[in-house]
DNA sequence: ATTACTAGTAGACGAGTAA
DNA sequence: TTTACTCGTCTACTAGTAA
């Protein structure tokens, strides 16, 4: 799999709109004969990870989802190596539709008023869930869960306590919450927010997000 | 150039401390038999982007300077990528040594006061001095200069007016500040904060530095 | 155990050229 | 002009093995 030609691509816009190149333009970025560039170009169409139309005057190239996806990988990589340095810690993952439990319980007051007055926000009532990368899942055990939500009893039942730390989604302050339970699975988070990130950030299930850890 | 197995060695944590492993091992991670991997890590040694120690039982392998910089390229490249999508914008840089000026302007009351009162801290005097990469440059570029400082005149001179915004370096937020002249170089930036950001952070000159775009 | 040489082979390359 | 085939060459691989 060649990534450095794809990842010229992409430095090249192809990520983004449909790209016009020729494969004499493409082998002056990769250094390479027309032959040679020309091969790489099939290459990666075989692969599924780029699209071409063959033109009369050149090639429309366009990246696939799962070139683009690979791509993220290389980003998440790269930051995990430096993430370690104490400087910026980014979760990658993709939107999933959650259970709709997430909704229930952040409108619990027992919950409610602890996020009002820990995090500082009145969260709305739902919850963005993320299936993280494998690296980022790493990532996320080194993160402390460093506030606290206690548990409560109502009339009925017990709700248990959780943790949560702060994180960033593009412009929006929210939080990753955790219910303290045994078995939670540790490749999902659940991102809660003033707004409703879903329609703010305008996200369909299944894109790529960055997540930034803050604090 | 084999970037592929530096960022293997990378992520197994060569760039931090001399990491220790055979040529067998090797082989598993990058999927290729003992002969092979023991020429790449030879053929990195002899572009000096990793050293090695040689031992009885396998080799110490430490990542060198350059190619720890060919990584943070490589990062500073994929973030290029993908900082169009509205996510998160860093600048990576260079630490260099200013002129020295910067500690003088930002001791002026007619400027202190404005950046007490626009970005909520009493700026230590003096400037950290980057020298950002090309991919950086032109992130910069996009970034708006939202916090606008004005110029005032004392009973000697007049001072010209400027912009900022605000950054984050690890753990401590400050701002870019950019004075309305039309001859100011592009590629660097000069950052102010709360605390001296070259002490705080253990910086020298020359280290790369990754400034996080906020707000 | 290791690293790393030599030998044989498979895959990638550029040149020429057809479509 | 394009893309992409064949062909000869050269680089990069694995296997065997020395140190």
Redesign the interface.
Known sequence: MD??SL?KL??LGA??KPLELSSVEFATYIDSSQQTAARKLKALEDEKLISRKILPDGQLISMTKKGIEI??K??N??????S?N???R?LSGKTITGLGEGQYYISLEGYRKQFIEKLGFDPYPGTLNVRLDANSIDIRKKIAQSIRISGFTDQNRTFGKGSCFRVR???IEGAVITPERTHYPEDIIEIIAPVNLREHLELKDGTN??V?VIK
Request: cysteine-free; overall charge negative.
């Open positions: 990534i450095s990842k992409a430095l990520h983004q791509l993220q290389e980003l990589d790269y930051q995990g190596i430096f370690g104490g400087n910026i980014i989604i593009s412009d997000i960055n930034e």
